[in-house]
């Protein structure tokens, strides 16, 4: 799968048929991307919250989860 990616770009036509054709013959081959996938908008919200933090437009103060208050 990961070898048809540049393939997409600048043929799709053809990498689509070879696409198709792995599937056929290879349908379980798939099955770590469509567990792997999703996880991806959940971990980019975790290091958002903890790690980069957010502001409130009209607000000086950044949040940010896990992190040690200091007084």
Sequence with gaps: MFAALPRLAKAPGSA??????????HPWGFLPLMLLGPL???ICVYIG???????????EAEVQLLRPERN
Excluded: E, F, Q
């Design 40 to 42: 991806i908008p959940a």
């Design 49 to 59: 919250a903890t790690m980069i933090g957010w502001a409130v437009y009209g607000n």
């Design 16 to 25: 689509w048929v070879d696409i198709r054709g792995h599937l056929d013959r």
